[in-house]
């Protein structure tokens, strides 16, 4: 492979140390027995793990973080479920219209968004500060959630639901038997990006963060600002472990193939 | 006795009844017990359409269906105990073969022992008893069609619906699944009714023909009288007769073109009785090894025939014998909508 195809090659190489090389080194400074950002890091240690569990906004916001992430997720998925359902099996009119209003929160900046939801939830609605962001959320996973369930049911054939129909199978056992089974994999692909895209966003929880709310992600960036040390590095491992954790457990339980393949 | 399926000016308009398109129209048709009755006619003519109709999947607007003699219009398709292979085939594809074939005994509530005989047996009707445990996904078209058929017949349905099950088929195995169904519904002893646009198939699978054109019927029987004596121009183009020829002593007919005979037009035998002849100038001649196609020009218009031999040449003037048992008189002279 790698002879008969060397400019492929090359360019895959690139791609992945442009990709992995600044994790690599974050890894390697987050590892540091030292007190400064460099690498490679001045031996190995993991005080800078200690010290971030020492620091108390990290951890409640890491707490915020995964409450946001699995409302929002949970609340996208409720309601972006029966919105492609409607979409893709149901004779809804104007269903283009439909379907490019459910994309907007991916075309609205994320800062707009927030200031709006700031502006009329927190502001005008006096909701709490994890509610909004949880509101937040919802709103930025749903593109995500419509599309991604959508996909498996736009590509499974129309008329499985009238095979199931016609052999006897009420309305009710079709959706369970046949409909829910097809959109599975589209179910939980769109689970783990949305869970993802929540636990990792910044714009839009920087403006719907509260007094004494905020995410992880947000605390690191106040953090950076004000302390340059390897604690934030430590982190980021943490955030980024996080993430992986949620592929692979998934990975584990259905097969990433199932998911993303055919 | 009761027919099994009976269709009462049955139409279905889509859209609103004042700019809507209507797909069927006042069709009436009955459908007896054991028979394999056959919806032949061009695309768009509303076979589908009709079809879902009596598989309850859409409401007709206008008219009654009735299924074993009652009347079941508006029955939802679960309650109407039909089997139907749909074009595309439709197989659920997480389920293995042996769960998709069983899937209309569970929605019975069956015991799960009877599931898996019953099944099993429709898996072996069709001979694909060694794949029971693969998925969908991992057969072959033709395989998935002999799935969808065997779920369909698991259910013993009262009618087997098929729409064009064929088509996405390559020619070879088309022509073999054709044995195979029939085979399958003599067996059975089911009723069933097939959409198809292939008049060959439609020869050869039906009791009953049924011809649509433009959501009308234009003629039903059995093939053998429907065949070679089609009712109005429409029927005779979709079944091959070519040629409409104006003949003196004659209202419209219609021929077919390996009916018409073509003679030299200089050796001047004496007239036959037995044909009405014509004269000719032969306009183009296309080679197909064992006969020539030959399109003649005459005064009652352009004539096509299937000549045996290549012994003829653009510009000849030829003679024309048109037997007079193969001429077949036609109801209509206008050109129906559709039969361009
Ligand atoms: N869902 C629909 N909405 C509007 N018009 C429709 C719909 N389905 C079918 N039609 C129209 O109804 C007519 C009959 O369609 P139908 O599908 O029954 O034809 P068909 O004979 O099955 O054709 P084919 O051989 O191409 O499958 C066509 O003119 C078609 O455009
Ligand atoms: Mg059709």
């Known amino acids: 492979m790698i002879l008969r195809r060397p400019l492929l090659s090359l360019l895959s190489a690139i791609a992945f140390v442009i990709m992995l090389g600044p994790v690599v080194i974050l890894l390697g400074v987050a590892f540091t027995a030292g007190s400064t950002l460099t690498f490679p890091p001045e031996g190995l240690s993991l005080r800078w793990f200690a010290a971030a569990l020492e620091y108390r906004p990290f951890i409640d916001s890491l707490g915020t973080s995964l409450v946001v992430a699995v409302l929002s997720t949970a609340a996208a998925l409720a309601l972006g479920i029966p919105a492609t359902l409607a979409l893709q099996r149901g004779a809804v009119p104007g269903k283009a219209f439909i379907e490019n209003l459910f994309m907007t929160p991916i075309i609205v900046p994320e800062l707009v968004l927030g200031l709006a939801l700031f502006q009329q939830l927190m502001v005008g609605f006096n909701i709490t500060a994890l509610g909004t962001l949880v509101i937040g959320h919802t709103v930025l996973l749903l593109p995500y959630t419509v599309r991604v369930v959508g996909a498996s049911l736009a590509l499974a054939d129309p008329r499985l639901e009238e095979a199931a129909r016609g052999l006897g199978a009420g309305p009710v056992r079709t959706f369970f038997s046949v409909t829910v089974p097809v959109m599975r994999p589209g179910i939980i692909s769109a689970t783990i990006l949305a869970f993802i895209t929540s636990l990792n966003n910044v714009p839009l929880s920087l403006l719907l963060t509260g007094p004494g709310v905020a995410t992880l992600p947000v605390e690191m960036l106040n953090y950076v600002q004000s302390s340059f040390d390897p604690v934030v590095a430590a982190v980021s491992v943490v955030l980024l472990a996080l993430s992986v954790a949620v592929a692979l457990l998934t990975e584990r339980l259905v097969g990433f193939n199932k998911v993303f393949g055919r | ?340």
């Open chain 2, 1 to 340: 006795m009761t027919p099994v399926v009976q269709l009462d000016g049955v139409g279905h308009r889509f859209g609103s009844a004042a700019n809507g398109v209507a797909a069927v129209s006042d069709l009436d048709l009955a459908v007896r017990r054991g028979t394999f009755t056959t919806l032949l006619g061009p695309s768009g003519c509303g076979k589908t359409t009709t079809l879902r109709m009596i598989a309850g999947f859409i409401r007709p607007t206008s008219g009654r269906i009735l299924l074993e003699g009652t009347d079941a219009t508006d029955t939802p398709p679960e309650r109407r105990n039909i089997g139907m292979v749909f074009q595309s085939y439709a197989l659920f594809p997480h389920m293995t073969l042996t769960d998709n074939v069983g899937f209309g005994l569970r929605a019975r509530r069956r015991p799960a022992a009877e599931v898996r005989k019953r099944a099993g047996e429709a898996l072996e009707l069709v001979g694909l008893s060694h794949a029971a445990d693969r998925k969908p996904g991992e057969l072959s078209g033709g395989q998935q069609q002999r799935v969808a058929l065997a779920r369909a017949v698991a259910i013993e349905p009262s009618v087997l619906l098929l729409d064009e099950p064929l088509s996405n088929l390559d020619a070879r195995l088309r022509v073999q699944m054709r044995q195979e169904l029939l085979r399958v519904q003599r067996e059975t002893g089911l009723t069933a009714i097939l959409v198809t646009h292939d008049q060959d198939e439609a020869l050869q699978l039906s009791d009953t023909m049924v011809i649509l054109n433009g959501g009308r019927l234009e003629q039903q029987g059995d093939p053998r009288t429907v065949f070679p004596a089609p009712a109005n121009r429409f029927v005779a183009q979709f079944l091959g007769y070519d040629n409409f020829p104006e003949v003196p002593g004659f209202g419209p007919v219609t021929i077919r073109p390996e009916h018409v005979r073509l003679t030299a037009a200089v050796t001047g035998e004496e007239a036959a009785t037995d044909s009405v002849e014509l004269a000719g100038t032969v306009a183009d001649v296309t080679y197909q090894g064992s006969h020539c196609l030959i399109g003649v020009d005459t005064a009652g218009g352009r004539l096509n025939c299937v000549h045996p031999g290549d012994d003829f040449r653009p510009g000849e003037a030829v003679r024309i014998l048109l037997p007079r048992h193969r001429l077949v008189e036609l109801a209509d002279a206008h050109t129906p909508a559709g039969a361009r």
